[in-house]
């Protein structure tokens, strides 16, 4: 799975957000907030990459998390981002 669109993420007010830039703009209208753990996943899903490789890479960024966390926080983001339509 990766990112339908190209998307460019600034911190804007202590948040980070996501916004589509150019042709793609006219297919997703709107932005995406997220905290640091969800830019870092949302980093990751620039490339085609499988939930469980972002996990790995989770817990390599993250070695505080246990592997349950992880998936946990994996899963529920990737299911955002499926509601809102933005990765294939």
């Known amino acids: 799975m990766k990112l339908k ?3 460019v993420t600034n911190e804007v007010a202590d948040n980070i957000v996501a916004v589509v830039v150019g042709d793609d703009l006219a297919k997703f ?7 640091d753990t ?3 996943i949302f980093k990751q899903l620039e490339n085609d990459v499988t939930e ?3 996990v790995a890479a ?4 993250y070695p505080e998390a246990t592997e349950e966390e992880a998936k946990e926080t994996v899963a529920n ?3 955002e981002l499926v509601k809102a339509d933005v990765i294939e």
Request: charged content about 20%; hydrophobic content about 50%.
């Open 52 to 54: 469980e490789e972002i």
């Open 38 to 40: 969800g830019a870092f």
């Open 5 to 7: 669109y190209k998307f």
């Open 77 to 79: 983001f990737v299911a």
């Open 29 to 35: 209208n709107g932005f995406i907030k997220m905290n």
């Open 58 to 61: 989770c817990l390599k960024q």
